[in-house]
């Protein structure tokens, strides 16, 4: 990713069916492990968005699996999209073991785990969340997290929507890419 080798292949898709197919996936391993979860959607559908399909499903990929990784049995993630201006955003918030907020600053570093993740479950490398960051900034969005130790984590993050224009004479249609680049 730093070297600019991981290559992405971008389209204007909508990002509703991803999440929806993530959620499927994962609501059965929730399940088994005591977890309810659940998707709640904005009320309009989502635009469309510019994104290598694959790499986002990965972010929801990771997303969901440290929200099943980190909450105990009896436990609650909710998957949330809503549009925000010019950006589609996506969270995915938990009820489990949460991050002491004096590591909050080092989430999205390489090899960098909680010290009570550590305790609670030992495998990972710490590169979920630094990998999390990377992608989501290649595609000109952002991300955050809010985490109270022993309350949950939320994870949000932003897609720019891509924006259509119709030009009236000679009915031709300009799309403009997120940067601004015109196709």
Known sequence: ?????????????????????MVSIFKERAGKKGITLIRTASRTSLPVVRIDEE???LIIENLLDNA????????????????????????????GIGI?????????????RAPNALHFYTSGSGLGLYIVKKIIEQHGGDVSINSAEGEGTTVIFTLPIVKVKKE???????SQTPSGDRH
Not at 72 to 88: A, E, L, M, N, W
Not at 168 to 174: A, L, M
Request: charged share 25%; hydrophobic share 35%.
């Open 1 to 21: 990713i730093e070297e600019g080798r991981f290559n992405f292949v971008f389209q204007n898709k909508p990002l509703g069916p991803l999440i929806e197919q």
């Open 55 to 57: 790499k986002i499903l």
């Open 68 to 95: 099943i990784k980190y909450t105990p049995s009896g436990g609650k993630i909710t998957v949330t999209t809503s549009v925000k201006k010019d950006f589609v955003s996506v969270g995915v918030k938990d009820t």
């Open 100 to 112: 002491p907020r004096s590591y909050l600053n080092r989430v999205f570093s390489k090899f960098f």
């Open 168 to 174: 009236t004479e000679g009915g031709s249609i300009i």
